[in-house]
Every structure is written in C-alpha cells, then in structure tokens.
C-alpha cells in the first residue's frame, strides 16, 4: 500500500518546498564551479559562502569553522581519523560510548586496527552515560571524547555541556555527532565546549549527500580526502552546491522555526506515547522520558517481531521502523537497546517512530487505532502471550 502517514523521520525526511526551489537555479542556471574566475562560478561561490554563514549561525560558530561534506558519515570519519592522525604522537586514546552511530563505532573499530585503544561507555536505563565514568576514563593520553548528542533510536539526549565543559578541563578534543539534534535542539557550539560536530542534511529536510563538520579555530585535523584546495584544503572535491544551498536553507528554517515545531512535536510525540502504553499492555518506553528529542517515540512490545510489526504496519500505509536505518536488512538486534539493559527478544520487539513538522494529530490518531490491533493480531500467534492470557485467568 502506498504510504500514507510518514513516521520515519530519523531515518530520513521529505526536501522542505522552501528547501526545493532555493536549489532549483543551481542544477541547470548558476551551474558553475565554484573554484573558477567567471561570472557563472561566482554565483556558486556566492550561494557556497551563503549558506556556510547559515550553517554557522544556526550553530553559533565562526563561518571558517564550517566545512562542507556528503553527510554525517563522512563528517564522523573525518573528525575521528583526522584528530586521531593529527595527534597520535601526544597519545592514542579515546572515549566514545556504546551507542554511537556505527559511523563512530566501526571508524573506532578501524583505529584499533591501527593501534589506538578506545574506551567505550556504558549508559544508564535511559541511554545516558555517566559523568563519572567519563572523569574515570581519561588518561594522559586521551587525545579525543566522541559522544553523540542525541541518539538515533531512542532520542535520548547527552549532557553535551557538562562533557565539553570536562574535556576541556583536561585539554582534551570534544566531538559530537549531532546528526539527529541539529536543527531540532538548540546547539551553541561555544556555551558547549564543543571542538568537532558533525551534521546531515537530509534529517532536517535538505537533500540528502550533504553534511557539514564544524571544526573549531586552532584544532589540527588531517584531512580525509586528498585532492584539491577546496574547503580551505580540509575536504577535496567540486562542491556540491545544489546540496549545500539546501542544507543551508533548511538549517535556517529549522532554527527559525524551532520553538515552535518543538512545542507542537513534544505535544504529538507525548500523544502518541501515552496513547501507546495506555492502549497495548506489556509495553515499554525505550529513552530517557524527558531529556529526548522532541519527536522521537521508541518502544519494545513482549511476544512479537519487530519486522513482522512493520510489515503490518506498511500494509495499512504507515511507514516507521525498528532501529536505525543503517541497520536495515541486519537480523541482529539494536546494539543501543542491548545496551540499555534490554533482552534479545525485547529488543528485537521494538518499534521507533520519528515525527517531523508536518506530522498531523490526525495521523497520530490512526496509528494509535491501527498498532494496537497489529500486536494483538501478532500475538495470537505467540505460545508464550497465549500462556500468560491462560495464567492471567
């Protein structure tokens, strides 16, 4: 069934309208390079240096702190590799958690290959690290501390700037992979302490194949990719402008607009929770119930699939999902749900549904009609629901 109600948000979101026309004039119109001299390539460079602004503003950074990529992952790869090359003379540890992106988790995977030791923390039932576990962790030669912002599959968000404020206690790197905040929680880089930040475009309605790394003034970083003088010799590669010119439109609406849609998505988002644990029994709340990103709903159901869920779901026009959507197509369960305490077969019952602005009340109200119905039909065939209906009795 075609769908009807878009519930996968975090996975990726529809191109703003606002978003689409900016971009239009630089596919076919002002087309140019922006590394040329003439006319045409001025106005890329133009739209180019625009939108840096805007990236910079929505972060309160410094426009030459802003530098272009193809999205969170690269920006990830770039801030791990390039700080952990730039400073393995001084040492080569660093601390990052057990819920990371596998953007962070498999680049982290990749430098103990090369050597370096990773320190990963744990997370409390909420998916929140420790404080103290992170004072604990730092050595003398902790060169870097790589905590996302706010977490993909829960929502759950980090207390950024208390860990900036202990990185730099201790001269230590902070990075944040603030893919799924960005544009949706206010982000000063400067009241967080925050070194390296990496952001996507297509979470906060830009086209997707764009992203962006904000690098403070004065951090040594080796670059990922080696090729021309582009992005001031950080980044080689024509520049993709249509896909810049977007992220720097929609980063701009986003924080316009971010009191507002916050409010209205903390009212759906809260609707459709409450609605869910009220309406279907041996249900679980996954994240922290406050400290979350404003529309993000993760659950886990007793006695049902995940993917037969979804399936169910889809049929009826709805479209969510059970994990990140990196992970689509894995059998394993969620790393971050297994980390947060949960068993294998709670974990593989989970159910993420990520709302943007133009989410209605309306569509809330069908899933909530509709998902309940789904797991009941699902758990009549689960001998062990239907043993637990019998004791029940």
């Known amino acids: 069934m075609e769908t009807k109600i878009y519930f996968d948000n975090a996975a990726t979101t529809a191109v703003r309208k606002e978003v689409y026309e900016e971009i239009l004039p630089y596919f076919m119109q002002s087309y140019g390079n922006a590394s040329s001299v ?206 810049i010119v977007g992220l720097g439109k929609a980063i701009e609406l986003a924080n316009e607009e971010m009191e507002k849609n916050t409010e209205y998505l903390i009212f759906l988002r809260d609707k459709l929770i409450n609605g869910i644990l009220e309406k279907v029994p041996y249900s679980k709340l996954n994240g922290h119930p406050k400290d979350r990103l404003p529309g993000n709903c993760n659950f886990s159901f007793d006695f049902i699939e995940g993917e037969s869920m979804l399936l169910l779901l889809d049929s009826k026009g709805i479209a969510a999902s059970s994990g990140s959507a990196c992970s689509a197509g894995s059998s394993d369960p969620s790393h971050v749900l297994l980390a947060i305490g949960l068993s294998h077969e709670k974990a593989h019952g989970s159910l993420r549904m990520t709302l943007e602005h133009d989410n209605t009340e309306k569509e809330v109200e069908i899933v909530l009609q509709e998902l309940p119905a789904i797991i009941a039909k699902l758990r009549e065939m689960s001998p062990a629901y239907q043993e637990i209906l019998k004791k029940n009795k």
């Open 38 to 243: 003439y006319t045409i390539a001025r106005k890329s460079k133009k739209a180019l240096e625009k939108a840096r602004e805007q990236v910079a503003k929505a972060l309160n950074a410094d426009t030459e702190e802003i530098y272009f990529t193809a999205g969170g992952s690269e920006s990830d790869n770039m801030a791990l590799k390039g700080i952990a090359e730039a400073m393995e003379t001084k040492g080569k540890h660093i601390i990052t958690t057990k819920i990371e992106h596998h953007a962070i988790l498999h680049t982290c995977e990749y430098l103990q290959k090369r050597g370096f030791e990773i320190t990963y923390l744990s997370v409390d039932e909420y998916g929140k690290i420790s404080l103290e576990e992170l004072k604990k962790a730092i050595r003398k030669d902790t060169i870097l501390i790589s905590v996302m912002f706010a977490n993909n599959e829960i929502g759950t968000i980090q207390p950024i700037k208390e860990i900036g404020a202990i990185a730099k206690e201790h001269g230590i790197y902070f990075h944040t992979d603030a893919v799924q905040a960005v544009g949706h929680v206010k982000i000063d880089v400067k009241e967080m302490n925050i070194d390296l930040l990496s952001l996507s475009g297509h979470k906060l309605c830009a086209p997707k194949g764009i992203g962006a790394i904000y690098i403070k003034k004065g951090v040594t970083i080796h670059p990922l990719i080696h090729g021309g003088a582009q992005e001031k010799r950080k980044r080689a590669g024509t520049e993709n402008i249509a896909g």
